[in-house]
């Protein structure tokens, strides 16, 4: 299933390393769900990082 053309009700999760698209395929998502008259108010985002993936970020 592509995360882009899942219907608009479907509930995603995108489990991905740093550096794969998660934010641009989060935006892409977003975009084409207002596009189908979706309104702001009903779609929530969340994300979040590991405790280990961060330290890798931070160079730790």
Excluded: C, K, Y
């Amino acid at each position: 299933m592509s995360a882009l053309g899942a219907d608009p009700n479907a509930r995603i999760l995108v489990e991905a390393g740093p550096g794969t698209g998660e934010t641009q395929l989060s935006a892409l998502r977003l975009a084409g769900l207002i596009r189908r008259s979706l309104s702001p108010g009903q779609i929530l985002v969340l994300s979040f990082v590991g405790f280990h993936a961060e330290l890798s970020r931070l160079g730790a």
